[in-house]
């Protein structure tokens, strides 16, 4: 069953190991001397619960000299959250539009039974001060062409649309994500190797060293930008529907 993989976040980063590019520890009642040890050199951390479809929330945590290790390590364990990973640092370009979080893409790949990959959509997730991304944490979301270029004001978890990022003030109008192409290779890549499970959504960075896997999806949201922003009016139903018509949707392992 891989959907599994894809519901525990400790498996999702065993299997995909070779691609999220980043330190990762379990937390167990009997390892504190291990997670002090893996705090070393670092200055910021990410704390997930196991389970991807806890209620639990991921909590971004700023580590320094006057942080009570055992304090957070109890504390972690009580929250249930486990998964400990590194801060990833994105590259200048994703940290000027917002500097407090790590901005990604979420890329929607489908493999069908020509072992072809078709790029089905791509969701730019901005940050907004938050240590998160997510639309719950006040980030932003808009849609990304085939070249990068941004095409419609971002939106927020209202609804309320931003033509200019609030905090950086980086103009969304015309602007474009460099390397897109890298990042469409990578999940290609990656889905190609990972063929049991045909449709995903990959949630993905870019940092100084290339591309790198955040997190996937295996059922994939299709985001949309509201019809009053689109000036055709246009959705992505037709497009889904033709990639769906070369092959099954679902894993063909499960």
Do not use: M
Request: with cysteine; charged share 30%.
């Amino acid at each position: 069953n891989y959907k599994y993989v894809f519901d525990n976040r400790y498996e999702f980063n065993q299997v995909f190991k070779n691609f999220i590019n980043r330190d990762y520890f379990l937390l167990k009642e009997n390892n504190y001397n291990e997670f002090i040890d893996f705090l070393i050199g670092k200055s910021k951390i990410i704390a997930k619960p196991i389970n991807k479809t806890s209620k639990i929330n991921i909590e971004a945590i700023r580590i320094n000299a006057k942080t009570d290790r055992k304090k957070l390590f109890d504390s972690l364990l009580k929250k249930k959250l486990v998964l400990v990973e590194e801060f990833l640092y994105q590259t200048n370009e994703l940290n000027n539009l917002c500097e407090s979080c790590v901005n990604s893409v979420q890329i929607t790949t489908f493999l069908n039974d020509n072992k072809e990959v078709s790029i089905l959509n791509r969701i730019f997730k901005i940050g907004r001060g938050s240590l998160l991304n997510s639309l719950n944490n006040g980030g932003l979301y808009t849609l990304l062409d085939e070249d990068g270029k941004i095409l419609y004001p971002a939106i927020d978890s209202a609804g309320k649309k931003y033509n200019i990022h609030p905090k950086s003030k980086v103009d969304f109008e015309g602007y474009k994500l460099k390397n897109i192409k890298e990042l469409e290779e990578f999940v290609t890549y990656i889905a190609k190797e990972f063929d049991e499970v045909r449709y995903v959504t990959w949630d993905v960075t870019l940092t100084s060293s290339g591309p790198v896997l955040i997190a996937a999806d295996y059922v994939p949201r299709i985001f949309n930008i509201k019809p009053s922003i689109i000036s055709d009016f246009k959705g992505l139903k037709k497009k889904y529907e033709k990639e769906f018509e070369k092959g099954e949707i679902y894993e063909r392992n499960s």
